[in-house]
């Protein structure tokens, strides 16, 4: 039997929240990159994260905690949240890879599969629907693909030379890793102890065929925030969600 409702859909998952945020500074002078504020919202953005996990049905949540840990560790003590949340702090930076064993081995459920998202990522789709895709692919691991707009404007020509038309912002050709995954439960074993698992274990399951990629549903909303920019469009893009 296949579908959506044909197994159990993930309940924990893996916050990577470790990130310095250079270039959201100011911002991040005195927080880490998931605590900085969605303006107009009064809510950091891993606020936003965990709360989109609950309503996906995650109950249990890691957040790896690195640059000013300690920031983020009392906001998550003060604040209402949704689920149970445990932090793991890397003493030594351990890249992704590492973070991500690092982070793993506090998941309450270790022989069951996963989802892990980048502290930076603010999006909302269907979870159940990514997790889904993945158990009826056999995959390993499998990564939300987005196709993010391009930021500057688009010219296009005939084969003469002729300019037809210019579009502003149009959607990249090309699909880019979203910064949210679905892991089966024997994934964290093949991590890297440190350095990147983009480099090593994502292009060995590519080989294997045991790596899916799941497009974004149309219409689903998905933003990194990394630059001041970002922050400043996530809140324009919320004001229009809200005005229509």
């Known amino acids: 039997m296949t579908g959506i409702h044909a197994h159990p859909h993930p309940t924990q998952a893996v916050v990577l929240a470790g990130g310095q945020g250079s270039r959201l500074r100011p911002y991040t002078d005195d927080r880490p990159k998931p605590m900085v504020e969605i303006p107009g919202t009064g809510t950091p953005i891993i606020g936003h994260q965990l709360a989109w996990l609950a309503a996906e049905g995650v109950t249990d949540a890691v957040v790896s905690c690195g640059h000013l840990a300690e920031v983020l560790q009392d906001w998550l003590v ?3 949240l949704p689920l149970r949340v445990t932090t ?8 992704r890879g590492g973070g991500l064993k690092h982070a793993a081995a506090s998941l309450p459920h270790p022989d069951q599969p996963w989802y892990a998202t980048n502290g930076d990522i603010w ?14 692919r056999d995959a390993t691991a499998t990564l939300a693909l987005a196709r993010p707009r391009i930021p500057w404007g688009a010219v296009e020509t005939d084969e003469f030379g002729h300019v037809l038309d210019f579009i502003e912002s149009p959607p990249s050709p090309y699909l880019i890793n979203a910064g949210v995954y679905v892991f089966s439960a024997g994934f964290a074993d093949l991590l890297p102890e440190r350095g990147d698992h983009e480099r090593t274990t994502f292009p ?5 065929r045991l790596l899916a990629g799941f497009p974004l549903p149309h219409g689903a909303y998905w933003r990194a925030i990394d630059t001041a920019k970002d922050l400043t469009e996530a809140a324009k893009e919320l004001a229009a969600q809200r005005g229509s």
């Open 78 to 80: 003060s604040a209402d």
């Open 88 to 95: 793991v702090v890397e003493k030594e930076p351990l890249g």
């Open 123 to 136: 999006t909302r789709f269907s979870l159940r629907e990514m997790a889904a895709f993945h158990h009826e």
């Open 204 to 208: 060995r399951l590519a080989r294997e």
